[in-house]
């Protein structure tokens, strides 16, 4: 069989003689593709006689014959299939005598003019390739002046450049100060040029701090089985498999640090991978260094001039627009990728274990008629489910009414659901439908039903029964046909064993269950949720989308959020007013503050959220305090109550900044584990 493959501005003509085609980015297809769109066994061809078929393997996303998607379709001579970026041309189904089925990669060939194809080797074409795809990345890098953007296209380049599966970047903000405090992880990109979320738990900060100490970069074919990492936690847990790691700086100081890693796969860097990731942090490093001079002159230039600062202000305008797609685009990617159900829930942010439980459920309610029962806590999206019932269900093209039980008195509440005559009370100027008429071969839903008296329980049940309302003070009924969905933050059963709602009703009403979780059960959704949210809050009030640092994330996932999503929403409207471009932890709520740094989150379990290292600084940290305000300041006691020496406690007080307690300085109250030498025991140094 002959192909021609067309990728990235390259062709390639192949011939094949065996009966089964592999295609996709693996190493061990037949014909290996290069893009990030390929899965790594995307699909196949088949050769039967005179016959070739193409086969799907479930892609991520799809393969497509003439430009219409398929999971198994005959060719014929002519046919182009695409297989994420690529395109093969079928040019000839018959097979061929080559001596082939050995793997052919599609490397770099230049599209060939008419007079033909120049013939280059396979390192040839590789090096030539590298150096194309080199001198784009160089130019980009050098056109791109705004800092956040310049860093993804960094990461991305490397993770292109090298074949890598993640890519992460890096920096010490604190430039120049020896040694850094602190390093952190300001671009985690997946190879499909996704953002990572939560990054600082994905990758071996060991791995990192080897490299800041050595200042050279690092290449392992399999760090799970290098012994240079023996004992090393993070290599274990996450499994690692090809790793490289360089620093970037320059006049001998590492500012930055570039990791490309490829968890499935031993062997995936080469030397030739790390020389080219090594040009790649050199420009880097430039282009950095670039940067932040251009973001001086800036602020310098602001300064100087009113016209200059009208500049910058419509240079952060489009920087804004440009980070508020993003934000966008990375929500809806991160929730079109999660499987939702078989209906459309868009309405509703969520991708947690127990959020695909409801919409599993919500499924097979969806193709009943019958009265559903919702049970949540208050603010956990009882109406939206609602909604989402009704809209994807028969009846959506009929009127979907709400009300909420809590909020009137019985004697409006009557007037409200059956409606009333012209006189029939004082202030009945002129005849109303009530809602059950206004719902009619419609969806009524009815929140809070726990709350209606035990006498409106029996007129509802009533007309449940008959299928027939009759208005306030009307003599003649009306015949109607609403399906009921009720919700209630009570638990019914409970109220009905305590004789609060009656039986009868409660078993019309809850043919069918769904129960909410609260947002404490579903914390994996809380970044999705506050991104969402916070978009809706800047939209309404007309202002640019802020940004939520990892660290922000990991304090709203920490807190238990009583007040569930409504909780939530009010937050993300009160942050919207105190930050600018990015939201800070000084801008949240103090009751959040202080839930997240207390060392039990307002509960009898530590709630541990993104970085573990963290928590235990802020378990450690507030140990520590807690114990100096219980003995008053005095050193020795507290040391010898958490249980180390006095010379250790000053070193902690030290490196957390808690030094403006006195000074007790009465060696009379120590309790002797200090070393006369004054250094720590072994034991508090290992």
């Not at 770099?108 to 003019?113: C, G, I, L, N």
């Not at 010490?172 to 600082?200: C, H, L, T, Y």
């Amino acid at each position: 069989m002959k192909l021609i493959v067309v990728e990235e501005g390259t062709r390639a003509t192949l011939e094949f003689s065996q009966a089964v085609i592999r295609i996709g980015r693996a190493i061990d297809n037949d014909i290996r593709l290069s893009g990030p769109l390929s899965s790594r066994h995307h699909c196949r061809i088949e050769v039967r006689g005179r016959a070739a078929f193409v086969i799907d393997l479930g892609s991520a996303n799809g393969t497509e014959l003439n430009a219409q998607r398929v999971a198994r379709e005959r060719l014929s001579e002519g046919d182009i299939v695409g297989v994420g970026g690529a395109r093969i041309h079928v040019e000839e189904v018959s097979k061929r005598p080559t001596g082939g089925g050995e793997t052919q990669r599609i490397d770099a060939v230049p599209d060939a003019s008419a007079d033909g194809l120049e013939t280059m080797a396979g390192g040839a074409r590789r090096e030539s390739r590298g150096l194309r795809v080199f001198a784009r990345i160089t130019r980009a890098l050098l056109e791109e002046t705004e800092l956040s953007a310049l860093l993804r296209q960094i990461v991305d380049a490397a993770v292109q450049l090298v074949g890598g599966e993640r890519g992460f970047l890096l920096l010490n903000d604190q430039a120049g100060a020896k040694p850094p405090r602190e390093w952190k992880v300001r671009v985690a990109r997946a190879f499909d040029q996704s953002d990572i979320p939560i990054p600082s738990s994905r990758l071996s900060m060991g791995i990192a701090e080897r490299v800041v100490e050595s200042k050279r970069p690092l290449l392992s074919v399999d760090a799970g089985r290098d012994d240079r990492f023996h004992g090393m936690a993070s290599v274990e847990d996450l499994k690692l498999r090809s790793v490289m790691c360089l620093p970037i700086g320059g006049d001998g100081e590492v500012d930055g640090l570039l990791y490309v890693d490829n968890r499935l796969q031993k062997g995936a860097f080469t030397e030739d991978d790390l020389d080219l990731a090594e040009l790649i942090a050199d420009q880097a490093a430039m282009a950095i260094k670039n940067a932040r001079l251009v973001s001086e002159l800036r602020e310098r230039n602001e300064r100087l001039t009113q016209s200059s600062g009208q500049i910058r202000s419509l240079n952060d305008q489009l920087g804004r627009k440009i980070q508020d797609r993003d934000n966008e685009l990375s929500v809806v990617l991160r929730e079109l990728e999660r499987e939702r159900g078989r209906y459309d829930y868009s309405a509703i942010v969520g991708a947690s274990d127990e959020m695909k439980r409801v919409f599993g459920e919500v499924d097979r309610i969806i193709e009943t008629e019958l009265s559903v029962l919702i049970h949540g806590e208050s603010g956990t999206g009882k109406e939206l489910i609602a909604r989402a019932i009704h809209f994807n269900g028969s009846r959506k093209e009929r009127p979907f009414v709400a009300e909420n039980c809590a909020a009137l008195p019985d004697t409006l509440l009557e007037s409200e659901l059956f409606g009333h005559t012209r006189g029939a009370f004082t202030g009945a100027d002129r005849a109303k439908k009530g809602l059950f008429e206004q719902a009619n071969n419609g969806t009524l839903f009815l929140d809070e039903i726990g709350d209606m008296s035990v006498e409106m329980q029996k007129k509802l049940l009533r007309v449940l029964q008959e299928g027939e309302v009759r208005p306030v003070g009307s003599g003649t009924t009306v015949k109607v046909d609403v399906r009921l969905l009720a919700a209630s933050h009570q638990d019914l059963e409970l109220l009905v064993k305590e004789g609060r709602f009656r039986e009868d009703l409660f078993y019309r009403i809850a043919v069918l269950t769904l129960r909410l979780p609260p947002l404490r059960d579903r914390r994996d959704d809380i970044p999705l949720l506050a991104e969402a949210l916070v978009g809706r809050a800047a939209r309404e009030a007309g202002r640019a989308i802020p940004h939520l640092p990892h660290e922000v994330l990991a304090e709203l996932a920490a807190y238990d959020w009583p007040g569930n999503v409504r909780e939530l929403e009010n937050e993300m409207r009160r942050v919207l007013l105190l930050s600018d471009d990015e939201v800070r932890l000084e801008h949240l709520s103090p009751t959040i503050r202080e839930r997240a740094d207390s060392p039990s989150g307002g509960s009898p379990t530590p709630v541990i959220v993104g970085d573990l290292r963290a928590a235990v600084v802020r378990f450690e940290r507030h140990a520590i305090q807690a114990a100096l305000d219980r003995n008053h300041s005095n050193k020795s006691r507290a040391a010898k109550e958490l249980g180390i020496s006095r010379f250790a406690l000053q070193r902690k007080l030290e490196k957390y900044g808690l030094l403006n307690g006195k000074d007790d300085g009465d060696d009379d109250d120590s309790d002797g584990t200090d070393d006369p030498s004054g250094k720590p025991s072994r034991a508090e140094t290992s």
